[in-house]
Structures are given as C-alpha cells and as structure tokens.
C-alpha cells in the first residue's frame, strides 16, 4: 500500500462534500484526486463551481481540479467518499462497488441493507465483516460502507459506552439540529431566524432505527438489531454546526450516576482503532459544567471527532438524564465516513 | 364594581412588567394606576427608567408615572400584578395581601404553599377557591393568586384536554425556550448566537412539579397532585418569543389519534371562564401543517392567548408524540396572571 | 367606482407577493380576486401552492382561489399588482398596460424608462401625470406605475424633505438591509448566521439612480433627474423585515440641525395624498433616543408605512449625518405599490 | 533576555482578557505568570472566576492561577497587558508605567496624550519613541503602549497603504460590528435578535480621530495628525467576531482601481516588524470575489492578524469605494496588544 492513497469525493460541492474535501486536506493517508458533481458544474473547475461555506480557506491543490461526472468510467480510485444526495448514491454506488471501488458514503441509501454495515469504528468496528457477505452475496470486488445519520451518530456512541456494562431498554431522545445538517442551501434564513423548526423529513425514522443496528450483534451474515426503543423528536435551530441531543435512557436496572460517569469517561475505543488517524481521543468527553455542552463552544472538542456529553442527572420516568454534543458534518458526516475508511484500509488493505 | 378598575404593576420596568404594561393599555376591565420599581428607578418617570424592549409603543398614559417603591404603603390599588424577581415577591407579596390586596404574581415565591393556587382558568378555575383558605388559615382580608412557569403553561392546556377523557400517565417534555423568559438584558447575545444552551437554572423542577398541582383534585382545604410522572429536559434557543415543547405522552391505555385530536381541537373553556375578556378562542389550536407549530408564525395566535399544538403522531415508547407552543410573556407571563385576575373578579368582585 | 375593486395579484405566492395579499386582506378600496403564479403551482389553490411565510394567518378568503397562469388572459381585473421577478415583468406587464390593465408593479424592469414613474405619493404624486405620456406615446390604455426599490424608498423621503426647504448637492448612503428583501427562499441561513453579506446584486446602482428620478422635476413629458449625487455601498445582515440606511448628506448650504429636524418632522404629505388609505400618518417620524431607529422595535410605524429617522447628528465632511429605517416589505415593496394605485384611482378613477 | 518573558494580563476574566490568555498560551517569546481581576475573582482560581466564552478550551496551565487585584505591588512582571475598562485604565496604568512596567493596553484611556502612541506595528512603528518622551517627561521608567479601538485597526492599515503611494483627503467610514467588541455579557440578545443597533458610545469619535494620530508624523517630540477628514457611523449587528468597515475615499487625486489594487496587496511590513511573532503574513489580503470579505468566512484569515479588503470598486462622489474586514479581538485588541509588546521588546529589550 503506497501512501498517499488518491480517493474521489463524490459531490464534492455541496457542504457535505465540501468538509470532505477540507478534512481531506492534511490527511496522513489520503489525497484528494477526483472531485465529482452535478451536470452544472462538470468541466468547471472545483473553484468555479463551488461556493465554498467553510470558515477556513479552499484547500489550494483542489482549486483547480476539474469537476468530473459522478459516473463509474470517471472515477479513477479504488477509494471513493460519497456526498451525494441519497436518491442519486442509490443509483451510482453499487456500480461503483461492482466495479472495485470502496465506497464510504454519507447517503442514507443503503444503510437499511441487511448487509451494508452503519458503521462507527468506536462502537461496531466488527460489523465492517458485511464487507465479506457483500461481495459474496452480491458478487462485488468493492464494497458500500456507510456512516449513520448526523443526528444518531453521537447517541449511539453514548450508548454504546451504557450497553456494555449495563444494558440499555428504553431511549427517548430530542434533537436541535444544525443549519449545516440541511446541506447548502438548505434552510432558508427566513424560517430559521427567531425561531425553531420542529420537523425535519424522514430524520425521527432514522434516529428511531440507525442506532439499533448499530448496537446490534452479527451474526450469520446479518445483523440483529440490538433490543431497545428509542423515541425521537428532532427540530432545527439557528445553529451552525454541532447537533445537541437530550437523552432520557432506562437501562437495565437502577445504576449509580458515578458509575454512570466513569463508564462513559473511561469507554475505550476498541483496540481494532487504535493507531487509526481519525479515532478521537478520548472518544467521549464527559463536561461537569452545569451548562454544557454547548454547540458553539464544544462542536470542535476531538477535532469535531469527539462525542461530548454532560448534564448526567437523574430521570424520574426513566434512570438517567444527558445532553449529547456531535459535530454532525465531522463526526456525524465526512469525518465518520473517512474514520470508516481508515478502518477498512487497516482492515483489508488496499492495491 | 365601577369600571376601568384601577391596577398596580409591581416590577413594572422589566421584561415581564412592560407586557403588563402593554397588554392592560386597552384592556376592557383594567387601568394602569401605578407602577413600581427598583430603587434605582423610583422617582424618576416610566419613560425615564424603563428600557422598553418591546415592539409596540409604550402606551402614552404611563409615561408620565412616577416610579414607586414597591411596599404596601405606596401602593393605592386593591388588584396588583406582580413581575417581581422570586425573592423580592416572597417578602411583598404577604405582606400585601395581609393589607387586603389581590396578588395575581407571575412569581415562583408561592406555587409551592399549599393554600395558593397556580391558576390556568381554562385548566383549574376551581383552584381558586383557596382563596378562601387563605384568608381563614392566614386571617388575609387579600390574596396570592399565581400563574404557572411558562414552560408548564402551554403542555398543561395539552395534558388537561387529555386527562379528563383519556388519563395521562406518564411524560417526557422538552423545550425549546424563548429570550424574553430569562428576562432583560437576560441571556448575553455572545451566549446564544450560534448556540443552544441546555440548562436553565430551576427550570426542570418547575416543569416537573406545577402540572401536577394544576392538574390536581381540590379537597379537605388542599391539592391532591395528579398522579402523573413528569420528566423534563429545558433549553434555550434564539428565539425571542415562544416556548415550543415537545411532548411524548403516555395514555391510561390506547387511543385513536384521531380522538385524540378531536378532544384537543374541541377542548372547551370551562363555562366559568366564559365571558372573561382573556379566555383564549381556542383554547387549543390544533395544526395539521407537518412542520408547525413554530415560535415566529404561530406564537400570536389567539392574541397569544391560544395553546398550539401540532404534530400529533404515536409514539414508539409512549403514546403520543406532539409539540406544544405558547407565548411565554403573554399566555406564560403577564397575559396568564391579569386573566387570573378576572376569573377572581367574577368570583369574588372587587370593592 | 363600485367598491371594493377586484384587485389581480401576479406573482402571489412568493415573499413580495404574500405581502400584496396580506395587506390588501382589508383594504377600504381593493379586494383580491385573482392570484397569478409559476407554471408549477398553477390549477393549485393558493393554500396548496404558498408557502406562507408571514407572522400572521394567511386570510380565509384567498385559500381556496386557483392559481392562475401570469397571462394576461388570465386576469380578468383592470387593477393589477406585480410581484414578478424583473425579468418575467419586462414580458408581461406591457402586454397587460396594452390590454388596458394598470399595473402597479414592484419589479425594476421599467424604472429606467423615461415615460415611466417611480412613485412615492409622498415625494413626487405630480409624476403620476407620465401616463398620459405612456398612452399617448405607446398606444396603451392601461399603464405602468413602478413603486422604487426597498432601499431607495425610505431614504428618498427623507431627502425630499431636506430638498425643498434646503437644496440637497451630495449623499453617502450604506445600508443595512433585512432578508425579506431577498424574497423566499432568498438567503441561505449558513450565509447569514453569524455574518455579514456586504454586497447585494444590482442594488447599489439603484440606489444611486432612483431617488434622482424620483426628486426630478417633470418638464415636457420626461422627468428631469435632480442635480445631485449619491454613492452607495448595500449590506445584508441578519434582520427579517425594516431596511437600515445610514445617511451623511451635504445640503446647499449648512444648516441649523434643529431646522432640519424641524423639517423632517413637519414633512406634510401633499394635499393630493390626503385621503388615501395608505397616506403614512406621519410620512416621517422623528427619534430623539440615542440609540433608535432599529429595525425591531420601529419597523411597523405608521402601519409599515411611516418613514422613521434617528441620530440626526452634524458630519465632519458633509452637513448631516442621519439613520433612516424603512419596512422594506410595506412601505418598500407591496404597500408602496398598493399606496400608487390608490393615487391613480384617485386621479384617474375606475371603470 | 530570557525567553518565556513572564507577562501579566490585567482584566484576565473578561472577554478581552480571556482572548490575552488564549492567544498567549503558545506564545514563542511571553508566558502567562499573573492575571488580575476585580474585587469578586479575587483569590479565585482562575477557572472559578471566569465564564469561559471563547470556543477553545481555557489553557491548562492557567487554571490554576490564583486571581490577583489589579493593583501594581501584586503585579511582579515588568510587561504588563491590560484589558481594564477605561476609568480603571485611567488610575492604575500610569501607576504601574511609573514603577517600571510596560504597560500594553488594550484600554482607550490614554490613547489621546501627546506622549502615548496608539501602535499599529505594520503602519508607525516609529511611533514607538514616544516611549522616551513618556520617560523624559513623566519620569517613568515603564511606558503605556496603546492599540487603536477595534474599529479604527483595520481601516487604519488600509489607508496606510494607500496614504504614501497616493495620499488620502476625505474618508467615510460605516461599520457593522461584533458583538464581542461589547465585552461580555455585552449585548443582550433581546436586543441583537432580529435587530441592528445604530448606537455605539463613544466609537465614532474615536473612528474619526484615532486613524488620524496613527497616520501622523512624529517630530518635537508629539504626533503632528494626518491631514485627513473622516466621517464615521458606528453599527452593532449579529456577529460573534470580525468588525465589517465600508469605506469610501478621495485621494489626492484620481489613481485607477490596479494600482490602488497592486497598492494594497503589495502593502509590505516596515523592516522592523519583520520577525515579530505576530506580523500578519500577508498584512492585506485583497479579496477578488465580489462578496467577500464576509466575518465568519475571513475574520481568521493571518490567525486574525491580516486585514481582508474586497470590493474595490469605484466611488461616484469620492474615488474609491471598498469593504474592510478585520478581527476585532484578535488584530483589533488583544492580538494587537501583543504585537505591541513585541515591537518594544524589540527595540527596548526587557530586563
């Protein structure tokens, strides 16, 4: 394996795709080669067709990249991130996959697959083996990883750390998303501006189902969804970046809050991500802080890969009460799928 | 009775004082005959030691007032509106309807004394007759009448138009709030902008605690708190107006959610409260539009007076899932304690 | 003239247009009869096809109508309003003013056109006359009326009442403009959270141009441009509604400030204005806080129709510096076209 | 010189003060040793005293400091940064110059004395033997430094680099700014949502006189000011950080856009700042993008220190017209501060 390994981010100029390209930059393994968008933006290049949102500058080796189609016969690497609008990503990635591209996407198209792993290197590293089942079943040499939705990204990794010492039953869970979350444009300012929107399309479905899989076990080329219940309400608010969560979680049985704490202080990744450059350190912050945490001041705590946590206190429903902090463009989008890039090229190597 | 009835507002200068302010300008009962203030503020005029904060005109007639001490002897009126900081009304407030006057308070000091009423009229009107244990049991020739927290206002309009045909067991609450509840100058620009913050001092026990009481029997002198289990998680977000709360509700057993909407939809005032000039029409406005309530759209509706309630939908956990609004100053604040104010004139009069 | 006046709205559902019918909801003269729109939302009623975006509820009485195609066989009504983007007005409206429509129109498609007013019945009703010129000239027998751009309106009022009394050589004008201007969806809420957009296409030539216009002087059927010069940088920043415009202004000579205020404040509407429902009361008004106007507190005087300044305060370069705020949407957009029509009625009638 | 200089922060738990602390951690040549504050944090530790506002964590090392009063036997180090309100800059600044300490301050107290220079490195660091005037005058053997109001800062280096290839006359200057520069808790949000405050005391004074000073001349031993005219109208608006300044200029005379354009992107550092740890690289970053420079996309361009300039384009009453952007507690206080101490050590050594 020769470093740097040259990837393609698929839509690279909506703001998903952007962060790829961003978080890409300095990365010690990967180097962006290709960059693919929309018919309207196809032979531009990345600078001319991109309206880049990001608060630092555009990386200057993109800038003049030429925007290719998202189409298999334009993509030259055996790594591919995915971007793309989820109706779209349900068309070209697996013929990307059958034709021996890895592909590690943002879209929703197939995490439902019974053998298309959501994968969070932190909590289900193991689940990355539905590679195998994937290119048996379906007869492909690449492969389609996914990452969860933003929004159940960071409770599942709060659940994750809960599950194992305790058992986990029940889950309500209450969103305030970030503007980033509805890409770019995405909310208008006028429906945002002193106010809250509190619905957003097809995201209480995902958050009710994603993190289930995810905390559920292999077994026979399959996952069985882990057995708990989560109720999710999910609104936007005038955010920018940073999805706060507030949890109310029944476990198994009554369990001290200290022990509570410790158990989310000290949840270890596992070995399988030690040495992977995206594994945060630590993988979740616990605040003791009465008021935290808070998207504006802790969004970047990891370098956004951190899963922060506080506001631990008792429930009188269920056994416990947090508030749960994610990056949901680094931790919750591009970041999460490049960390599960990370895993499968320790995994299984890459030509 | 001789109409305008003459009023005090206690606290007059605040967030919470000037919506007394404004919303008794042309009210059909009540005239704004004295306002009080800090030290800082007593002597000097209302247009001299307020900063008026909200969007309509301070009402011509009240410019001119003179700032006054808020003590017993300063205070001419027999009905007074308190906007008081906690700790100042629980010294006041006594001490004032010991000397025969009627406390409609916006203030925490008293919801927890037995023999004083948090009042929702559309709820609880009956809860008004410990009135007359407080006068027995404290030899009052006054009264304390309270309104809730505006956080428990709007979910307790929801919950009552439930427990009398279906029971409520169990709920999940949390909100999103508006600036104006913390007062002003409140919440720092720097500590919202771009930000939520999840932790309001107080604010979870109140939730928690006050529906119970609303929504409880009187008996034997007392309030028989309803047998509901209440868990609430408060936050704060950049919207000036509006509490919005969303809502997971557990039911004595099953119900069609379309008799669920009828009886929220068909919620009728309590026929005492028929007539009074601030019974909301409706109670309870129930939208179908998916992604409504929301603060800036919907926080007038009634004149701000009318619970909203939308998204009404099963819950994988509990029942019910739906988001309630309210306008914290007015249907929660100022518009709440001047409507206790009527229901205990066409109770008890006025000399 | 039987009253109301069936009215036409043409471009009804977007963010200008839903202004159009919310203010023409009780207008004493107009009622709304028919509702143009995009191919995609016409056979739709209003209610399906309108995201409304106003605080208050869309009125009963438009829910139901059909959206009918911007064609001139399509509009059955002589009074027409437009809120059509530029480039579509530049097609139809001649159409419709050949067709014997009046089309009191918002776009900027025909300011430029000599035989074509932009009017502000409180500056320059005399050039109302440029319709004999458009008939005699085109052969129509209907006419254009334009009402100016959101931000020329309120600073050209208040230059009007400086011009008369003092003479007005030269004008920096920067603004501070709200996103309704933008119209719906318009800005990207990740454009403008925690930002400043400090350039809006096309806008700063038009404030440069079009109060000249409007302060010109009618002679032999065109309009002399005033002799005066404005320069002119246009912002963008977080605020719904009520454009932001700091002036500094050199009159011919220098002048007393209490004069000029006493001419700000004393601005009488022509006597040709008087009696017409939209006619501001005042045209302007004068603050004397420090600090005022803000676009929160004072966008809706006079019913969104009053012009207000603040700050009058002397410039180190020019004579005068002063604030201007302006409701962009009102007395800027759709109730500056709706107060045109009222003036044409009045001198032309109906049939 | 033994490097870390050991520094003390005067003010050390306010919002400028916290931006000393955190752009003084991995400082190469000064160590945070001391930090002051009021009554109230004194002999807390650092981290109990103070509301922590900016988005990066408080320094370690730091959060154990013990609070001291600001008062010059508490104060051990000879270079010294303040962050003091102004009238607490007025009594202890001069107090620590005359018991020897270098005062870089931050305060707007002393900035119009004829033996105080207002210091912006990259534009006259010549200024800087003031220092030596203060200590023949006042017989001091400290010296208080200055760095402009943040307004002033960014304006100031783009006039620089215009006033010595073509000389500066007249300027108007309209700025947007943050609210950061309001200190915290500053602003309240009730009064920035949905708003712009066209108020702020004391700035335009200081934008009209201060550039004037800092493009003077120093001869006898005094600043002669630049002979130049500015015209300034300050604005608060919703934005954490980066101050937006619109400019409009007349030079000596007309000079085409390319060379004002080649002017400020070449606009080098004077030699003696080359080498400083805080000399912005480039000083002027020229934006071609035709809305650019917008603060939450260029405020953190240099780390702060550079100033963005976009929209260079012709003015119609003065020559040119143009946009400022520059970080207002980074270049335009705290980070300014700093850079001070630098050029000082430079020239002047410390013991």
């Known amino acids: 394996m020769k470093i740097p390994i040259p990837v393609t981010v698929l839509g690279a100029t909506g703001a998903v795709g952007q962060r790829f390209v961003q978080l890409l930059e300095n990365h010690p393994w990967f180097e962006v080669a290709c960059l693919t968008g929309s018919d309207r933006s196809v032979g531009k290049t990345y600078q001319e067709s991109c309206r880049w949102i990001l608060p630092t500058a555009m990386p200057e080796h993109v800038r003049q990249l030429r925007i290719m189609p998202s189409e298999t016969d334009s993509i030259p690497n055996q790594l591919v991130f995915s971007a793309l609008p989820s109706d779209h990503a349900r068309q070209i990635e697996p013929e990307l996959a059958k034709a021996g591209r890895v592909v590690c996407s943002n879209a929703s198209a197939f995490r439902m697959e019974p053998d298309v792993p959501i994968l969070l290197p932190e909590v289900n590293p193991e689940h990355i083996e539905l590679v195998d089942v994937q290119r048996k079943k379906r007869g492909w040499s690449g492969a389609i990883l996914t990452n969860p939705n933003c929004t159940s990204t960071g409770m599942t990794v709060a659940l994750k750390a809960l599950q194992e010492p305790f058992g986990v039953k029940r889950v309500f869970a209450v969103s305030l998303q970030a503007l980033s979350g509805a890409g770019y444009p995405g909310v208008a300012a006028l429906d945002i501006l002193d106010n809250v929107l509190p619905y957003i399309a097809g995201e209480e479905e995902k958050v009710e189902f994603e993190p289930l899989k995810m905390l559920g076990k292999l077994a026979n080329e399959t996952i069985l969804p882990a057995k708990l219940t989560i109720s999710a309400h999910t609104n936007r608010v005038a955010v920018s970046e940073g999805h706060t969560v507030c949890l109310s979680i029944e476990l198994e049985q009554p369990v001290k809050l200290e022990e509570v704490a410790r158990a989310l202080e000290s949840y270890p990744p596992p070995s399988i991500c030690q040495g992977l450059p995206s594994t945060p350190n630590p993988v979740i912050q616990l605040m003791k802080e009465i008021d935290r945490p808070q998207p504006r001041q802790d969004r970047n705590a990891g370098r956004g890969m951190t899963t922060v946590i506080g506001r631990l206190r ?30 499968y090229i320790s995994q299984y190597g890459m030509k």
Do not use: C, Q, W
């Open 314 to 343: 008792p429930d009188p429903l269920f056994h416990l009460k947090m508030v749960v902090l994610s990056h949901n463009t680094i931790r919750g989008a591009a970041g999460g799928s490049i960390y599960n890039a990370e895993l």
